[in-house]
């Protein structure tokens, strides 16, 4: 109904496999490291983010588009040039920011 909020729920799971949430099972193998619920912010203007920080998003984000905590065999290589890809473009999207 309109105005009503759905109701969430967050179910931890074992380390590496993930969360379920509304309803819906994220549980699954990891690939390196357990699917997170949020992208850390590597905008700072203190310090530029590390290529292990914009991987690290880049991965988390891949995960969450694909579905998948861990490609199968046959999807491994669409996923790793996915990482790569978004690796590439968040960098460059970083370095042209401007910080006010």
């Known amino acids: 109904m309109r105005g009503e909020r759905r109701a969430t729920h967050r179910v931890s799971a074992p380390f590496g ?3 379920a949430q509304h ?3 994220a549980v699954g193998p ?3 490291h357990p699917m997170c ?4 912010t590597l905008r700072r203007p203190d310090e530029p983010a590390t290529d292990e920080e914009i991987r690290a998003a880049a991965l988390q984000f891949v995960r ?5 905590g861990q ?4 999807n491994a290589a669409a996923f790793e040039a996915a990482v790569d890809e978004v690796s590439v473009a968040s960098r460059r999207l970083l370095e042209a920011l401007v910080i006010r």
Request: charged share 25%; aromatic share 10%.
């Open 17 to 19: 496999l993930g969360t």
């Open 23 to 25: 309803g819906r099972s």
């Open 37 to 40: 619920r949020s992208i850390k």
């Open 64 to 68: 969450k588009v694909s579905g998948y």
């Open 71 to 74: 490609p199968s065999r046959a």
């Open 30 to 32: 990891c690939y390196r």
